[in-house]
């Protein structure tokens, strides 16, 4: 499906074109890019978290090149909700035009700003949208719809162009009793469904997972039980933007008496922010600052803290590692990890776990009592969708290939026709016409690495060779050579990292090399570069003769 | 419970000492010496499979150098079954003395020969034994037990020693409707309770997982389905070990009349010796050779293939990277992964679903269909065994941290009293006497890595150097320079790896470093040591202050 890269045809008019710069084919870096009559709307802006194949990569950016040079056309930004994944990235596109239109909802944009901050970008176009209003960017009608998610205020977007009508769910799922009482307005989505869908673009995360998801709520007994047998120290770990969860936990405290501290930079920052603006309800006289704890016995108070994944550096590893200024866990304390496991953590947070469970923690976690539930609608709440929208063109978002896949046969299930079913990877360029979508082309949306302060200097070459540094370790071997006496002055002087301390073992290899060397410069050999050759070779072949190792080898001659 | 290292006391004459060596605190390379009256008993020797703080390890062995000058005094070496968790690090182990007897039941010594065939490790001494059978090994006469395992022919062992009595299950489950019918002897476990159990090693791997085992048998149905509604090629991957799990797979494939093809080495080479023996039943005319599989149509044949971890050289991988030689799939076709997703392998196997979904394949996992079942007891099974056995002593073995405490919870809630179970982790030196176990010590059973042809060569200095390496990439900086004149003569040649390709972008450190070491030769400074260091500290504070990065600096300075 990830066809060689085709150039789109030139955009007909009044035809919608429909390009994902992220997110189809990945968990993470989500992003659409919309265009009609000239003017181009982006949906979502998110980061993806890199694996161990990106060795020393901090991010992952979305294809921003394929639109590069049509900034000066985007009409507006709209962000479905919250979580990085979404917004993550903005500020590397507000680096390329400032002034682009943040379009989203209030505590999107809440979040979006305390981000843009922490980047020094000030002076941004911020424009807070709510469900069932609409907003005109120029050829786009932009309509919002309210879905619930794991996150508060997130939002679906109905699209009024020219060529057509989309409707994107953005993350979300169908939870029938929300704390918020906030419903995914199915009775929009049923009356934008009569007016007609002609491309409904979809959740796809949890498509592979049969039947629905458990409400949020469903997780208050094991809570409560944790919260009833606790006598000590109670620390929960939740994701730092998990506002529901954490409301959850807070109502919990206030029945049992604890007073509740945030630890860990995000989590305080967003629960402020969610409780300004009243999407987190804190009773009075329940917050105590982490300064203050020592007022307090420990079964006095519950701790909400980061670290649900893991991370090396988050307050919850430190505990774990008796690495924490402030918290030392004793036998009898419990710890609670609120959360999901997302694929690629579970050694380290094994790790975690296993390092609480040494200091004598009692540990509750999604693996032995329901703590958590998914933010993202199951393939029953997906059928739902499907048969009240009754779309005419579907393209499966937000998911690895295998849930694109999954995705899309369900909504050949409820009868949406294969040919209008659009399994569709990033880049691919789809043009929506006369109520019908296809894929026209394909375009460059490779990965742009975030390390350290440098955006995109950082190249799959590279990353080789850090992966064979990293598996592998270098042996460097320095050699000076007169070129005019054909002789040898310094050297070869051999160093090593990563592959062996004892610098010994390179003794006989030594001998090899200045006699390959002396041969060559015999032979008349003076370019440094045919010499680095020869050591190159006479190293390799002893390393994996010897050592069925391939270190990177650095051969350097200096010609005087 | 790691405490520091504490030199045990001298061991007194009939009493009992046993050092776990591996697999207390890992989940992998499994072992344990017994010691008593100046003989030493071995159970299990196995491997330990790196993970990602590990980078380039090919295994890690269990802590020998704690029995490294007591090897004569060992008596035998018991396998209790064929796993590479269990067997792996057996010629590793005899490299340090050939002729130690190697003892375990007719399928594990097979394979374990196999094994030591492809280390030209020949003319060693096997005693095959089976269960019901005594064999008096020195100070330590034998009993074994038969269990049943996710491979056949496990064996649980008993020893009654002057000290008292150890049952060491190995691994296990109570799976009563086992394929061959050989259940775990729970009859005998009641005897020997009956007769008195002083220290009770139990397997712990499921001890945090609530209620039964599902029987084996149980994936039949799944199975069947998945047979039923293929129509075309049809892959199974599964551990080259399990036997059972393949025999469920040839008895289906003759049901709906298709031919059997191994694929991978371990498979091929595992199933000849399950048959051989007679632990795999062969319906006559089933099994086809690869090379001749274009003789069949797709439906014809099932393809039965390593790699259900998606191992990157493994068939299954090269198949969904179109890079196996001769398996090319299509769409339609249906791959089954009936095996488990072991953690820290998500990623890898989830990237070879996408890409045989990619290719149109239709995929059934563990994760949308009941194709698995684990090869551990359960807790509620753990129950039943404590309650049987009703041991003096319980000390948990195999399993990471949190498995170890969870099984000590078990036997407690069975009334073994907490001070009488023993939650060790590695090099713990427990000795049993007078029916009383405690810990009296511990020894260093740190990890030996195995890297190509290299063992325990790899420090954990090698292994800090392969992730800064593997993180940032080096930059290495060569100069040379004429301390009489006081001048550089060549350089600075800044060169880097894994950091960034254009080096032109370091032109303006280079004139920092000749600045600088300019200023400290005519400072008179001609050690090339404390030159170099002049050339860290410059271009460490510029990369760290202009790309927020750390990579290796590797400054060489060569003086004429």
């Known amino acids: 499906m990830s066809a060689a890269l085709r150039t789109p045809p030139r955009l007909a008019r009044d035809t919608l074109r429909v390009i994902p710069l992220g997110g189809l084919g990945d968990v993470g870096r989500n992003m659409a890019a919309l265009e009609i009559n000239g003017q181009l709307l982006l949906i979502d802006c998110g980061v993806l978290f890199p694996e161990e194949h990106h060795p020393g990569v901090d991010l992952i950016l979305p294809g921003f090149d394929a639109i590069a040079d049509r900034l000066d056309d985007v009409v507006g930004l709209v962000l479905t909700h919250g979580h990085e994944d979404h917004i993550g990235a903005v500020p590397y596109l507000l680096r390329q035009r400032r ?23 000030r002076d941004t176009d911020y424009r ?45 799922k169908l939870d029938q009793l929300p704390l918020d009482g906030r419903l995914t307005d199915l009775r929009a989505f049923a009356r934008l469904g009569e007016e007609g869908v002609d491309l409904f673009m979809v959740d796809s995360t949890n498509a592979e997972v049969p039947g629905f998801t458990t409400a949020e709520r469903d997780i208050a007994p094991a809570l409560e039980r ?20 954490i409301q959850q936990v807070l109502d919990a405290a206030v029945r049992h008496g604890r007073k509740v501290v945030y630890v860990g930079r995000s989590m305080v920052r967003n629960m402020k922010v969610a409780a300004d603006l009243g999407y987190l309800k804190v009773p009075a006289d329940t917050l105590v600052e982490l300064r203050d704890i020592e007022n307090y016995r420990p079964d006095q108070v519950v701790i909400v803290s980061t670290g649900s994944q893991g991370e090396p550096l988050s307050a919850l590893s430190r505990m774990a590692n008796r690495e924490h200024p402030v918290i030392d866990l004793v036998p009898g304390d419990t710890v609670l990890l609120a959360s999901s496991l997302i694929p690629g953590n579970e050694n380290a947070v094994y790790r975690v776990i296993n390092g609480l469970v040494r200091l004598g923690a009692n540990v509750v976690h999604k693996g032995n009592a329901m703590v958590h539930v998914s933010g993202h609608a199951s393939a029953g709440e997906l059928l739902y969708c499907y048969n009240i929208v009754r779309p005419r063109n ?18 050949v299930a409820t009868g949406v026709p294969r040919e209008r079913t659009l399994v569709a990877e990033d880049g691919a360029v789809v043009d929506l016409a006369q109520g019908r979508a296809r894929v026209v082309g394909q375009v460059d949306t490779g990965y742009i690495f975030v390390d350290g302060s440098t955006v995109g200097d950082i190249s799959e070459t590279s990353l080789t060779d850090r ?16 070129t005019r006496s054909q002789r040898l002055i310094t050297g070869p002087d051999i160093h090593a990292r990563g592959f062996n301390e004892d610098e010994t073992i390179f003794a006989p290899v030594a001998t090899q090399i200045t006699k390959a ?9 003076t370019d440094p570069h045919r010499l680095q050759q020869v050591i190159r070779r006479t190293i390799g072949r002893w390393v994996s003769s010897s050592y069925r190792r391939r270190p990177m080898i650095v051969p350097l001659v200096v010609t005087v």
Chains 1, 2 share one sequence.
């Open 394 to 411: 579907v393209m499966p978002v937000h998911g690895e290939y295998r849930h694109l896949i999954a995705n899309a046969d369900l909504a």
């Open 99 to 121: 002034d682009i239109p943040l379009i989203g909802s209030r505590l999107t944009l809440a979040l979006l700003r305390e981000k843009l901050k922490e980047h020094r970008l």
């Open 128 to 172: 807070v949208v709510e469900d069932g209003q609409r907003l005109v960017l120029g050829e786009f009608d932009c309509e919002f719809v309210a879905v619930n998610h794991s996150i508060p205020d997130a939002l679906a977007v109905f699209l009024r162009t020219a060529a057509g009508t989309v409707l994107h769910t953005g993350d979300f």
């Open 517 to 525: 060397l002396e041969e060559a410069l015999a032979d008349g050999v």
């Open 467 to 482: 992966r064979i540094l990293g598996e592998e370790g270098f042996i460097s071997v320095l050699a000076v050579v007169n």
């Open 226 to 245: 944790v919260f009833a047998t606790s006598s000590q120290r109670l620390i929960v770990t939740s994701f730092a933007s998990h506002v529901h969860r």
